[in-house]
């Protein structure tokens, strides 16, 4: 007879087999704008013929996603539970459903980790070419985790003595505006490939912040970074590069800033013994999956980095148990 153990073992291996079946329900729906229809009740056999499902597989899919409690079920109508209606439905401040099409978009990379662990490089060897759909649902997917982290650090981190901010990397501008919003006397720079650019301009002109914003288009691992900033952010970057390419990259922020001027990175990190977090453990095999060069680094990576480069002593900020500042000030 099976002992306790093992049946809670096997209920949890069960699970973590089968988990994989609840991304592809939440991918199916967000990808069909399931959850925008279901703000009112309808029934499964509308839903097929708004989004062009088969009657009974929607039927089926819509009983998956009441399972998930993102949508609940009476009388045969289905409508949105209160998480999917504040995170699933476009143009809620609370929308997830780009970062989810993001992720459902690197779906292939996990298929084949096999690949990827027998060479230890991206799918077939390179990063991810994306398309523009595949590149937007990136960088909006970004502003959609971002928006919560930015009026995080803008809680646990006083910006008000900085005029001029580099956010290196910058994708959507989320931290950009966010940190202008609060600091009216602070201007910024968003550094950050031309296609993304693009789509930092969209956001920052919704902002209403145009004149206070500038872009410069360039690759952070060979181009300058300018200079005369007072303050730096690296976020969610590091861990798409190797630790040489991440060094020089914090020499180049170093120079790029004035003396005094402050650099935080912000990213994924992990404990020095890389005992936890469970998250950001589990995020370095996905950077590893998408760029080959990916990894999570620890303090003692990021300090290495800094004090090579020059810089004071730093200070480590927890926003949540995952996501941790490493700040440092140039001498
Ligand atoms: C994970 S996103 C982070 C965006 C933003 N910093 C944030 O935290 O929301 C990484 C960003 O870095 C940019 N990036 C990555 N490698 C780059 C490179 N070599 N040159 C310029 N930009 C790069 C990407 O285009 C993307 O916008």
């Known amino acids: 007879m099976a002992s306790t153990n093992e049946r809670e073992w096997g209920t949890h291996i069960n699970a973590l087999s089968t988990a994989f079946m609840k991304s592809h329900v939440l991918f199916a729906a967000n990808a069909a704008g399931v959850f925008a229809l279901l703000e009112e009740p309808r029934g499964a056999s509308e839903i097929a013929q708004r989004v062009g499902w088969d009657a009974r597989a929607a039927r089926i899919l819509l ?43 690197t779906v292939n990379q996990w298929v084949h980790v096999d690949e990827t662990l027998r060479t230890g490089k991206a799918l077939h060897g390179e990063r991810h070419q994306r398309t523009p759909e595949e590149l937007r649902a990136f960088i909006l997917g970004m502003n959609d985790i971002g928006r919560t982290s930015a009026r995080e650090m803008l809680d646990v981190i006083d910006l008000s003595s900085f005029r001029n901010l580099l956010d290196v990397g910058g994708g959507p501008a989320t931290y950009t505006i966010a940190f202008l919003a609060a600091h009216p006397a602070m201007r910024g720079t968003v550094f950050d490939r031309p296609d993304v650019l693009a789509i930092a301009r969209e956001q920052v002109h919704e902002a209403g912040l145009d004149g206070r914003v500038s872009y410069a288009a360039g690759d ?13 952010l690296v976020s969610n970057i590091i861990h798409s590069y190797s630790s040489d390419t991440n060094g020089a990259l914090v020499r180049k922020c170093f120079d790029a800033l004035d003396s005094g001027g402050t650099l935080i990175i912000k990213d994924f990190l992990t404990e020095n013994d890389r005992s936890g977090p469970a998250f950001s453990l589990m995020f370095a ?24 480069a020059g810089f004071a002593d730093g200070r480590v900020v927890d926003l949540t148990p995952q996501t941790r500042l490493w700040v440092v000030r140039k001498p």
């Not at 952070?220 to 007072?230: F, Q, R």
């Open 63 to 105: 009983d998956a996603l009441v399972s998930l409690e993102l949508i609940a079920q009476t009388g045969g109508l289905y409508r949105n539970a209160p998480i999917a209606s504040a995170c699933l439905v476009p143009g809620k401040t609370g929308y997830q459903g780009n970062i989810v099409n993001h992720i459902s978009n």
């Open 220 to 232: 952070l691992t060979t181009d300058p970074l300018g200079s005369g900033y007072d303050l730096i």
């Open 285 to 308: 095999l996905r950077m590893l999956l998408a760029n080959g060069e990916g990894d999570t680094y620890s303090f003692a990576d990021i300090e290495s980095w800094t004090q090579a």
